[in-house]
């Protein structure tokens, strides 16, 4: 009998998602993105099927104790333009992490994600906390660790 490919389905890719917890304490920024959007995509798995969504959830806790290396803090700026003249804004990633502590790990993490509804579905099981607490304490869990 012939080997046969397996292909997720919809309902398959639901049916056997798991939750991880991730401390982000002292990790490098993107090496830490990478691990977790591969998580998100699942392709961890070896039921990864590239147009399915058949990747876990991800909590990440102590988003604001994430380690930038060398000069990145003040040598690195998150842009944005309101789109009217005169509305080019840029801040340095240290005043970003004061302002919004996990907004530069979701930046990062979004930017290796597929560009398409896929992605942004994988997007939305992604919940970043700055502080060790977090309120998925009912969906059991488990802590993941990254030899980063």
Known sequence: MPQRSFVATKVSAQASRIWYVVDATDKPLGRLASEVASILQ???KPTFTPHEDTGDF???VN????????N???NKFYYRHSGIPGGF???SYRLLLKRKPGFPFEKAV???LPKNVLGRAMFTKLKVYATPDHPHVAQ???PLSFHI
């Open 42 to 44: 699942g392709k961890h």
């Open 58 to 60: 991800v909590v990440v």
């Open 63 to 70: 988003a604001d104790k994430i380690r930038l290396t060398g």
């Open 72 to 74: 990145k803090l003040d």
């Open 89 to 91: 804004r840029a801040e």
């Open 110 to 112: 979004k930017g290796m």
């Open 140 to 142: 059991k869990p488990q």
